[in-house]
């Protein structure tokens, strides 16, 4: 006599071989994409073409958002530091959080909602009429033309904007720590500049900030290509974009973190 | 009637150039079967296309039309069965090869399907642009060339999204024989059309085969304006073909399938209910009413009544 | 969006990204770890290092002179060995004293090199023989301990 819970448990065997093969064809189309970037590197233009919507139309949101954020910290910092009698190490406490974390993990955030939804809905709508089949049956290969130079404008626009945020935070922090409340315009920059290692801090942010970019351009430019052809399967597939990227771009930011900065 | 300028009455530089040796060029499809799954779509198709031949290929919805179609194009592969175009069996082609063959295709979809980043004259010019290495002047004349064939020439810089459906499909048909294609494929082209582009459309379908030399394929269930144009018709029900003949033909068939099909009859051997339960039943009178004739209703109690006798 | 448009933008968003990379790397963070230059190894053994841990500074005089390469221990005679990459530019002499201090009361810590007065100067592979072991907060605290008891017992 089979248990009550038997169809529960059947249902939750069968998503879980069910996202098992679609990680497996979401590798296999990864693979494919940056075999086929052929066309993509033969014209670049494609490339820059995709740059100005992944990126610059990005440009605004990072910006602005670096900017509240380094004032933010600017703010709260200061308040803890004085407690301590330290509030000359406010640069330090900036930068290094923006350098380390908060500039890749924001800035992956941000694009994720904005660049990687983007990219999926429409990819998903292409799909929904018949755009990409009717280019299969022109001889042009979509996975060439259409996602691959996707692809390669989500993964230099994602280090690049986390640059431009971290920057813009540590202007902010700057603009409320020693212009608003008046900390020593010196010490702010001089105890930054030594606390702030190149190879340490900036370029594992740099790393980071890569490896979020290539996970969520990956994510974005699947679901899209495998959603529904349908109204609902393409909101899904935009939903399912943001969270499972927001999801893997903190995941990845845990991983790289207990590499890069054991022992520090 | 429309009549194309006389540079398509010449056989132009691309077919020129593409024209394979091949004395006869001609579709055959051989013994096709295809199943999704364990779901079986077509059985047992056969077919011979001719060349220059306009073909219908008919069904009601679902009946796989569109599944064979995707075979010819390469798009599928047929589970078991040949399909030969122009002396190449498709089967034993690779992805290179499969994309050397659709490029002397062109393929109408249903609602077009035309890229909706790029303008009237970018999607006439993609297939030259991607496949050719023309310059940029001698693609403009082309494209201008193919719109007024279609009669767009003057919407060459509207994009997508401010054309009429017709438009749109007209506009798709100019961009599928962008690079002068052998064979033409057309995806249910008359559906959801006014009658005065159903007219336009069907006349370009006709014109364009006759001065291109292509051979057509068009699936449809758009029955009249079909057989007004196409040369031969095939039939298709249940991924099966039932019947196949001249437009005459199939007119005068007593078939009874083939009877209901072309006259648009409510009632034959395609039932006009979808199957399911037993009217009686489904209103809780028990098994006194039988299934009620289409739309009909018997002297049964109002819905809702009582239950069983 | 015309053609030059669109690259004008794209332009100005790479220039944008890659000048902030470039303001991170050089305003805001130090490129010293990078090894700016040529450096020599000196060795020197420690009874004990405390909390001092590779890529430590190493200061002479309160500035940078270079950094700690490795650590490793010395089975034969229990001691740390400590690897240090000195600047090339910076000269010190055979006799200097190498010692672990702290940066602050509880900061991480740095080796300090005090320069002797002995004529020869150190090569790449030399030892350093004076070394000042770093500071155990225990033994301070017994030691401390031990001077109150001796100072208790005699005054009776």
Redesign the interface.
């Given at each position: 006599m089979a248990h009550r819970s038997l169809p529960t448990i059947r249902s939750i065997g069968a998503s879980a071989i069910d996202n098992v093969m679609r990680l497996g064809y979401a590798t296999r189309f990864i693979g494919l994409t940056i075999a086929h970037s052929g066309t993509s590197f033969a014209r670049p233009g494609l490339i820059i073409r995709e740059l100005y919507f992944t990126g610059v139309l990005s440009l605004i949101i990072i910006l602005v958002s670096g900017l509240f954020v380094g004032m933010v910290l600017g703010l709260q910092g200061y308040q803890t530091l004085t407690t301590y009698g330290s509030e000359s190490a406010l640069g330090v406490l900036v930068a290094l959080s923006l350098v380390r974390e908060l500039g890749p993990v924001v800035a992956a955030l941000l694009f994720a909602s904005r660049a990687g939804s983007a990219m999926t809905a429409e990819i998903g709508l292409m799909k929904a009429t018949e755009q990409l089949s009717a280019m299969e049956m022109m001889a042009v290969d979509p996975i060439a033309r259409v996602v691959a130079p996707r692809f390669w404008a989500g993964v230099i626009s994602m280090p690049l904007l986390a640059a431009m945020f971290s920057a813009m935070g540590i202007f902010g922090g700057y603009i409320v720590g020693v212009v608003l409340i008046g900390v020593d315009e010196g010490s702010f920059w001089s105890q930054m500049q030594s606390a702030v290692d190149v190879r340490e801090d900036v370029v594992n942010g740099v790393i980071k900030s890569f490896v979020f970019g290539v996970a969520i351009t990956w994510i974005s430019l699947f679901e899209g290509y495998d959603a529904p052809p349908t109204a609902e399967g393409v909101s899904g597939a935009t939903t399912r974009t943001v969270v499972t990227s927001s999801l893997a771009v903190l995941g990845l930011d845990f991983i790289l973190t207990s590499f890069m900065f054991r022992g520090i | 009637m429309v009549t194309l300028p006389i540079s398509f009455r010449i056989r132009t530089l691309f077919q020129a150039a593409t024209d394979v040796v091949a004395s006869e060029f001609f579709i055959e499809i051989k013994d096709v079967n295809f199943a999704y799954g364990r779901r079986p779509i077509l059985t047992g198709i056969n077919m011979t296309i001719p060349r220059g031949m306009v073909v219908a290929i008919m069904g009601i919805s679902g009946s796989g039309k569109t599944t064979l179609l995707r075979l010819i194009g390469g798009v599928l592969k047929p589970t078991s069965g040949e399909i030969w175009i122009d002396g190449e069996c498709t089967s034993a082609l690779d992805q290179a090869g499969i994309y050397r063959l659709r490029r002397r295709m062109g393929m109408l979809f249903q609602f077009g399907a035309l890229f909706t980043d790029l303008s009237v004259f970018d999607n006439v010019a993609f297939q030259m642009r991607e496949h050719t290495e023309l310059p940029e002047s001698m693609i403009r004349d082309l494209v201008m060339m193919k719109l007024h064939a279609v009669g767009l020439r003057g919407a060459h810089k509207l994009m997508p999204a401010e054309l009429s459906g017709g438009m749109a499909r007209r506009v798709a048909l100019a961009r599928a024989i962008a690079l002068d294609p052998l064979i033409m494929m057309y995806d249910e082209p008359f559906t959801g059309l006014d009658p005065i582009s159903l007219g336009v459309i069907a006349n370009l379908v006709r014109q364009l085969n006759d001065t291109l030399g292509t051979t057509s394929l068009v699936v449809t269930h758009d029955v009249q304006e079909a057989l007004n144009v196409v040369d031969y018709v095939y039939y298709l029900a249940d991924g099966k073909m039932k019947a196949h003949g001249t437009p005459e033909t199939m007119r005068a068939d007593k078939d009874p399938l083939v009877h209901q099909f072309v006259y648009g009859e409510a009632e034959g051997p395609v039932a006009y209910q979808y199957p399911g339960k037993d009217y009686g039943e489904e209103l809780k009178l028990g098994k006194r009413c039988e299934a009620s004739p289409p739309g009909g209703r018997r002297e049964a109690s109002p819905a809702g009544g009582r239950h069983g006798a | 969006?015309g053609r030059s448009m669109?690259?004008l933008?794209?332009g100005?968003?790479?220039v944008?990204?890659?000048a902030?990379?470039v303001?991170?790397?050089f305003?805001?963070?130090?490129?010293?770890?990078?090894g700016s230059g040529e450096t020599y190894e000196i060795n020197a053994n420690f009874d004990n290092i405390g909390g001092l841990?590779p890529r430590a500074s190493i200061k002479s005089a309160g500035v940078v002179v270079g950094r700690v390469k490795s650590i490793s221990f010395n089975n034969e005679r229990f001691m740390a060995k400590v690897t240090m990459d000195i600047d090339a530019g910076y000269k010190f002499p055979k006799d200097t004293t190498a010692s672990i201090l702290t940066s602050g009361l509880l900061g991480e810590q740095y080796v300090g090199l005090d320069g002797g007065g002995d004529d020869q100067i150190l090569k790449g592979g030399d030892t350093l023989r004076l070394t000042q072991s770093a500071v155990v907060l225990e033994k301070l605290i017994s030691q401390f301990l031990f001077d109150k008891a001796a100072e208790g017992a005699p005054a009776k």
């Open positions: - | - | 969006m669109l690259d933008w794209v100005i968003f790479v944008a990204g890659v902030a990379l303001i991170l790397a305003k805001v963070g130090n490129m010293s770890s990078l841990k």
